[in-house]
Structure formats: structure tokens, C-alpha cells
């Protein structure tokens, strides 16, 4: 299993953001995080990435627990992308890819040929390979955040966190970082857990889903389960049906907009 | 990156040799001129050891001596005001953020006020000062007062925001220590303090540099060591750490470095710290998106400020020179301005 964690609880201060939450990846497999605002996601990815302590529970990566490896070692296994990161604006593109690579080399070692070849796959993958040498106050929100991505992309880890990746991101590119997900976990084999909004993007391109709320495991299935378990509506306190699109292909949740509707006058 | 372009325009491999070429220049220029109108020819005969005694104690003993120590203090006030500015990602970060030129300045104070003025309390008296003693002693009181802001800072969970609130909570607190004590002396002793305190190259002998010269080196020695975890502690922790950075660890070692190298230099030519705030400033926009040209530049532009700063300081004034600190100030708020502005 690459990446598995059990009873894993965190606390900010007295409030307990996550709890009990237990999660076993398979290889290439991808995984959706949902919920509601608040409901532990990002923590959930930090606690796994090993960037907080959880107060009980440990994450594991290959077996060996996240809190006894050194941030380089998880950084070789495990590419962590957090929500809105910052970077100084007058770094390029490719000094931010080349950044991916710290794990890989370290204070020392020079570049390789292979280091060279997997931040110009990063880039190519992205479609940013023409704007390496852009500053990051250049780019557009959509370019930044695949400029990110393939950061994360050229630590080559074969275990891929995201945090709302295609937040920000225009329709065209939303599909094109799902895409990028998808063929990274079957061509590439790459376990991919992201948290992320969009119901039907997340049935979509993902072989498991877990819904978390209030910081507790309310679901853990593949996606057509979850549309037959009426969770969603619930969790997420709206209504709404599972459609079926066309035969073979996951349903597709239609929300009714009934807090929009005008009350009669 | 071959595409890469440098602010000004010049092609990057250009820029190194035109700043080493500029301090030469200063160099040279600092050792010809001064106060003192020595001919061209009396100097280089001074410098290859033959030449009138007198020429030869201006140019070796008072001239060179003075010349170096500011060019070491200069190389390590701007490297660690760098360091500061990158690692607290605050731009206005110099070494008076981590309290060292304050705490220095209360060292200092405390002791002439303890081993002089209290053993002499006639106030007009001059006494013989224990001028050597204060380098040690600054330094001492610079990495002291850096050392409670980090531990203040750590336990607070070392943040950069962290920091630089300890640091400004912290160094106002000692400057108003410093600045009370100065306060209750008497007239005539102010003086003394008032030169350290401004910051200054006078009466610098080969001792400021010998001292000074093992921190530079150890700082320059430290560098390949924490060139790369500078890069990524430009991003905040999460990401840092992500990209396989112990950001702690790393963030105490640059810390460590850059309060060293301030501290050692406020020690020996007082707080010349707005080196450390402008230098770094005009490397970044020289080298414009070309960061690794940042650190090498930085270096360079603090030896040649401090030279030029000086040489000016020294012309201009007369006998009653301008000290450095003075010079760097008033030269630099334009310049700080002038970079500012570029700022969105």
C-alpha cells in the first residue's frame, strides 16, 4: 500500500478538525476528497503529508510512518501541492520547477541529465514549456497554478496530494488538470489523492471517493456508490438527483438551485 | 538559463565582472584619495614599501587598514541583511530586525559605562578608552539580543511574522535602554558613543580588519551549505517543506549566519546597518529575474558601497569627516525610493 493512514485524529487548539480518519491508497489509484467547507480536507492532506502532527493515528507511506521521515525522504516518495501557495513573484517558471528536484539532490549534488529530464517532462506535461522563463507576476491564475503543478510533478514521487487543484482554473483548464491525473495514475502509475469541490468532476475521474464532514469519515466507495447512498444531498444540504448521462458512464448529480428561487410574492 | 536577462540589460555573465571591476575601481579610488593630498606617485611608492615615512603611515597604517575593514564590514552587512530579507520574506528587514545593532549599541554603552565613565565620574574629563574591547564587546551584545529574539521567536512557533515582531518588540526595548543611559551622561562623553553609534570608518587599524575577517570567511564558507535551502525558504513553510526542506533547521542555520556576520560587523564599525537594508535591494534589481546573480552581487555592491560611502564621507567632510553610516543613509533613502517604486 503506498499510502494508508489510520485512526488519525489532528487538533487545532481545543477544536478537533479531523477525526478518527482512516484511508488506505492503492497503487494508481485516484482518490477524491470532498466535503464542505471546513469539513478537515486540507487537513487531511497535511496530516498525511506530514506538514501537521496529528494528535492520534499516523499516516504511512509504504509502511514506514510519515512522522519518522525526514522532510527529503518524504519529499522522494510524496509531492505535496497546498492550497494557494506563495512564491516571490519575480521567480520563473522553471526556477520554480527546478525547486522539485531539492528532494533529488539535495544541498549538494548537481543537476543530472536526469533531474533535467523530469522538470522538462513537468513542464511539457503542463503545457508550460514555452513560459519557463516567465516570472510568476506574468502568468495568468490558470498558468500559476499549472506552473505549481508541475513543481510537484518533477519531485517525481509516485504518491501525488492536491489540494482543490483546479480551483481558479477556467473550464478548459480544469479538464486538463484532470486529464494530467488521470493519465499520470495509469500510464505512470502515480496514487493520487486530491481534495476537490466539483461533485461531478470528482465522480468523474476518480476510482474511490471519501466525504468527510464536521471532520469525520461519512463515506468511503467508488463514486456510483456514492450516488445511490443519497449522502451528498445530505452532507451537503441540498437537493438534487443522480442522473444517468449515458449507459456505462458515472451519473452526473443535478442540483436543484431552490435557494435561489424567489418566494412568491 | 541562456535567455535569461538581466534588468539592465546586460547579458548576466557580464554583470560579475563589471561589479568586480567597480570595486577596484573604489578600491583604488579610496586609496589614492583622501583629506590628506598625497601625489599619485608618493602613494605607489608607499605601497611598494619605499617612499617617505610619511606617506607610508597615511597609505599602509591609516588609509589601506581602513579601507579593508570597511570592505569586509560592508560584504557582511549586505550578505546578512540578504539572508534576513529573504528568510523573513520581508523587504524591509535589515540587521536591526533581529536586535543586533541594538543590542550591540546597549552593550557598548554598558560597558564604557562601567569600566569608564563610573571609575571617572568627572564628566569633562577625557579619559583613555578601551577602544579594542569594543568590537568584542558589540558583537557579543548583537548576538545575544539575537539569540532572545530567536528563542522568543521559536517557542512561538518561528514563523517569519514571528520573528520580525520579537525582533521589533525586542530591539525597541534595548535601543530605549541604550538611549536612556546615553541620555543621563554628561556632555562631553556622549561623543565617543555618538561616533560608534552613527557608524564609522575613523581611526580603523589592521586589528578591525584581522577581527573581522574570520567571520567573513566563515560566512563566505557557509554559503554552498545554505545556497540551495535559500532558495526554497523564499516559499512559505508548507511549501518549503513539501519540497523536502527541514525549514526549521534551515531557517536557524541562515539565521545564525546572518546574525553573525552583523553582529561581528556592528562590533567593529558600529551599526552601518542601512548597508544591509539597501544593498540587497539594488542586487535584486540588477539581476532582475536572475536570482542566483542575487547573492554574488550582493556581496560585491556591500564592499562597494561601504568603500565609496567612505571615501565620500572622508572628502566631503574635510577633517571633520562625515562617518559612514551617515553617508549610506543619506545616499540611500533615495536609492530605496527610487527601488520602491518599482514595487506594485
Same mark, same amino acid.
Given at each position: 500500500?503506498?499510502?494508508?493512514?489510520?485512526?488519525?485524529?489532528?487538533?487545532?487548539?481545543?477544536?478537533?478538525?479531523?477525526?478518527?480518519?482512516?484511508?488506505?491508497?492503492?497503487?494508481?489509484?485516484?482518490?477524491?476528497?470532498?466535503?464542505?467547507?471546513?469539513?478537515?480536507?486540507?487537513?487531511?492532506?497535511?496530516?498525511?503529508?506530514?506538514?501537521?502532527?496529528?494528535?492520534?493515528?499516523?499516516?504511512?507511506?509504504?509502511?514506514?510512518?510519515?512522522?519518522?521521515?525526514?522532510?527529503?525522504?518524504?519529499?522522494?516518495?510524496?509531492?505535496?501541492?497546498?492550497?494557494?501557495?506563495?512564491?516571490?513573484?519575480?521567480?520563473?517558471?522553471?526556477?520554480?520547477?527546478?525547486?522539485?528536484?531539492?528532494?533529488?539532490?539535495?544541498?549538494?549534488?548537481?543537476?543530472?541529465?536526469?533531474?533535467?529530464?523530469?522538470?522538462?517532462?513537468?513542464?511539457?506535461?503542463?503545457?508550460? +514549456?514555452? &513560459? !519557463?522563463?516567465?516570472? #510568476?507576476? $506574468?502568468?495568468?491564475?490558470?498558468? =500559476?497554478?499549472?506552473?505549481?503543478?508541475? /513543481?510537484?510533478?518533477?519531485?517525481?514521487?509516485?504518491?501525488?496530494?492536491?489540494?482543490?487543484?483546479?480551483?481558479?482554473?477556467?473550464?478548459?483548464?480544469?479538464?486538463?488538470?484532470?486529464?494530467?491525473?488521470?493519465?499520470?495514475?495509469?500510464?505512470?502509475?502515480?496514487?493520487?489523492?486530491?481534495?476537490?469541490?466539483?461533485?461531478?468532476?470528482?465522480?468523474?475521474?476518480?476510482?474511490?471517493?471519501?466525504?468527510?464532514?464536521?471532520?469525520?469519515?461519512?463515506?468511503?466507495?467508488?463514486? +456510483?456508490? &456514492? !450516488?445511490?447512498?443519497? #449522502?451528498? $444531498?445530505?452532507?451537503?444540504?441540498? =437537493?438534487?438527483?443522480?442522473?444517468?448521462? /449515458?449507459?456505462?458512464?458515472?451519473?452526473?448529480?443535478?442540483?436543484?438551485?431552490?435557494?435561489?428561487?424567489?418566494?412568491?410574492? | 538559463?541562456?535567455?535569461?536577462?538581466?534588468?539592465?540589460?546586460?547579458?548576466?555573465?557580464?554583470?560579475?565582472?563589471?561589479?568586480?571591476?567597480?570595486?577596484?575601481?573604489?578600491?583604488?579610488?579610496?586609496?589614492?584619495?583622501?583629506?590628506?593630498?598625497?601625489?599619485?606617485?608618493?602613494?605607489?611608492?608607499?605601497?611598494?614599501?619605499?617612499?617617505?615615512?610619511?606617506?607610508?603611515?597615511?597609505?599602509?597604517?591609516?588609509?589601506?587598514?581602513?579601507?579593508?575593514?570597511?570592505?569586509?564590514?560592508?560584504?557582511?552587512?549586505?550578505?546578512?541583511?540578504?539572508?534576513?530579507?529573504?528568510?523573513?520574506?520581508?523587504?524591509?528587514?535589515?540587521?536591526?530586525?533581529?536586535?543586533?545593532?541594538?543590542?550591540?549599541?546597549?552593550?557598548?554603552?554598558?560597558?564604557?559605562?562601567?569600566?569608564?565613565?563610573?571609575?571617572?565620574?568627572?564628566?569633562?574629563?577625557?579619559?583613555?578608552?578601551?577602544?579594542?574591547?569594543?568590537?568584542?564587546?558589540?558583537?557579543?551584545?548583537?548576538?545575544?539580543?539575537?539569540?532572545?529574539?530567536?528563542?522568543?521567536?521559536?517557542?512561538?512557533?518561528?514563523?517569519?511574522?514571528?520573528?520580525?515582531?520579537?525582533?521589533?518588540?525586542?530591539?525597541?526595548?534595548?535601543?530605549?535602554?541604550?538611549?536612556?543611559?546615553?541620555?543621563?551622561?554628561?556632555?562631553?562623553?556622549?561623543?565617543?558613543?555618538?561616533?560608534?553609534?552613527?557608524?564609522?570608518?575613523?581611526?580603523?587599524?589592521?586589528?578591525?580588519?584581522?577581527?573581522?575577517?574570520?567571520?567573513?570567511?566563515?560566512?563566505?564558507?557557509?554559503?554552498?551549505?545554505?545556497?540551495?535551502?535559500?532558495?526554497?525558504?523564499?516559499?512559505?513553510?508548507?511549501?518549503?517543506?513539501?519540497?523536502?526542506?527541514?525549514?526549521?533547521?534551515?531557517?536557524?542555520?541562515?539565521?545564525?549566519?546572518?546574525?553573525?556576520?552583523?553582529?561581528?560587523?556592528?562590533?567593529?564599525?558600529?551599526?552601518?546597518?542601512?548597508?544591509?537594508?539597501?544593498?540587497?535591494?539594488?542586487?535584486?534589481?540588477?539581476?532582475?529575474?536572475?536570482?542566483?546573480?542575487?547573492?554574488?552581487?550582493?556581496?560585491?555592491?556591500?564592499?562597494?558601497?561601504?568603500?565609496?560611502?567612505?571615501?565620500?564621507?572622508?572628502?566631503?567632510?574635510?577633517?571633520?569627516?562625515?562617518?559612514?553610516?551617515?553617508?549610506?543613509?543619506?545616499?540611500?533613502?533615495?536609492?530605496?525610493?527610487?527601488?520602491?517604486?518599482?514595487?506594485?
Amino acid at each position: 500500500m503506498p499510502l494508508t493512514c489510520s485512526q488519525l485524529s489532528v487538533l487545532y487548539g481545543r477544536r478537533k478538525a479531523l477525526s478518527g480518519f482512516s484511508l488506505s491508497m492503492e497503487k494508481g489509484e485516484v482518490r477524491a476528497l470532498i466535503g464542505p467547507n471546513g469539513s478537515g480536507k486540507s487537513t487531511a492532506l497535511q496530516a498525511l503529508a506530514g506538514l501537521i502532527a496529528p494528535s492520534q493515528g499516523r499516516a504511512e507511506i509504504e509502511g514506514v510512518a510519515v512522522a519518522a521521515m525526514s522532510r527529503r525522504a518524504i519529499a522522494k516518495k510524496l509531492a505535496f501541492l497546498p492550497q494557494q501557495p506563495v512564491a516571490p513573484e519575480e521567480m520563473t517558471v522553471a526556477q520554480l520547477v527546478r525547486q522539485g528536484r531539492f528532494p533529488h539532490v539535495g544541498l549538494f549534488r548537481s543537476y543530472g541529465r536526469k533531474d533535467e529530464e523530469a522538470i522538462e517532462w513537468a513542464l511539457e506535461s503542463t503545457g508550460l +514549456a514555452g &513560459l !519557463a522563463d516567465r516570472t #510568476l507576476q $506574468e502568468l495568468s491564475g490558470g498558468e =500559476r497554478q499549472r506552473a505549481w503543478i508541475s /513543481a510537484a510533478l518533477a519531485q517525481e514521487a509516485a504518491i501525488l496530494l492536491l489540494d482543490e487543484p483546479t480551483s481558479f482554473l477556467d473550464i478548459g483548464y480544469q479538464v486538463e488538470v484532470l486529464d494530467l491525473v488521470h493519465r499520470l495514475s495509469r500510464e505512470r502509475g502515480v496514487t493520487i489523492l486530491m481534495a476537490i469541490h466539483d461533485i461531478n468532476q470528482a465522480i468523474a475521474v476518480s476510482d474511490r471517493i471519501s466525504l468527510l464532514e464536521k471532520g469525520e469519515l461519512r463515506f468511503d466507495g467508488e463514486p +456510483a456508490r &456514492l !450516488a445511490e447512498s443519497g #449522502l451528498v $444531498e445530505k452532507t451537503f444540504r441540498v =437537493r438534487g438527483t443522480f442522473v444517468e448521462v /449515458a449507459p456505462g458512464k458515472p451519473p452526473h448529480f443535478d442540483v436543484e438551485l431552490t435557494k435561489l428561487r424567489r418566494p412568491a410574492s | 538559463m541562456s535567455t535569461n536577462v538581466p534588468a539592465i540589460g546586460l547579458p548576466s555573465r557580464w554583470i560579475l565582472p563589471a561589479a568586480a571591476g567597480l570595486v577596484l575601481l573604489s578600491f583604488v579610488a579610496a586609496i589614492f584619495l583622501g583629506i590628506v593630498d598625497l601625489p599619485a606617485r608618493d602613494v605607489l611608492s608607499a605601497l611598494t614599501g619605499s617612499g617617505s615615512r610619511e606617506a607610508r603611515s597615511i597609505v599602509l597604517d591609516i588609509r589601506l587598514p581602513r579601507i579593508v575593514t570597511g570592505i569586509l564590514a560592508g560584504m557582511q552587512f549586505a550578505l546578512a541583511g540578504l539572508l534576513l530579507q529573504t528568510i523573513t520574506r520581508n523587504p524591509l528587514a535589515d540587521p536591526s530586525l533581529m536586535g543586533v545593532s541594538q543590542g550591540a549599541t546597549l552593550t557598548v554603552t554598558l560597558f564604557l559605562l562601567f569600566t569608564v565613565y563610573l571609575a571617572h565620574p568627572d564628566s569633562y574629563s577625557v579619559n583613555e578608552l578601551p577602544i579594542a574591547w569594543l568590537p568584542p564587546m558589540g558583537m557579543l551584545g548583537g548576538m545575544v539580543s539575537g539569540g532572545i529574539i530567536y528563542i522568543l521567536a521559536f517557542r512561538l512557533g518561528l514563523s517569519p511574522l514571528r520573528i520580525t515582531l520579537c525582533g521589533i518588540a525586542i530591539g525597541a526595548v534595548l535601543h530605549a535602554i541604550a538611549i536612556g543611559l546615553i541620555a543621563g551622561w554628561g556632555s562631553a562623553r556622549i561623543e565617543i558613543i555618538l561616533e560608534w553609534l552613527s557608524g564609522s570608518l575613523y581611526a580603523r587599524t589592521w586589528d578591525h580588519a584581522l577581527f573581522l575577517l574570520p567571520f567573513t570567511l566563515a560566512g563566505l564558507a557557509m554559503l554552498p551549505l545554505i545556497y540551495r535551502p535559500l532558495f526554497l525558504l523564499r516559499f512559505d513553510a508548507a511549501v518549503a517543506r513539501s519540497f523536502g526542506l527541514s525549514y526549521r533547521w534551515q531557517f536557524s542555520v541562515v539565521l545564525l549566519v546572518s546574525c553573525g556576520l552583523a553582529a561581528s560587523a556592528v562590533g567593529a564599525v558600529g551599526p552601518v546597518v542601512f548597508v544591509g537594508l539597501i544593498v540587497p535591494h539594488l542586487a535584486r534589481f540588477l539581476a532582475g529575474r536572475y536570482f542566483p546573480l542575487v547573492l554574488p552581487l550582493t556581496i560585491v555592491l556591500g564592499a562597494v558601497i561601504v568603500t565609496l560611502g567612505d571615501l565620500i564621507g572622508r572628502v566631503a567632510g574635510g577633517p571633520e569627516e562625515v562617518p559612514i553610516g551617515v553617508v549610506t543613509a543619506l545616499m540611500g533613502v533615495p536609492v530605496l525610493l527610487a527601488l520602491l517604486r518599482k514595487v506594485p
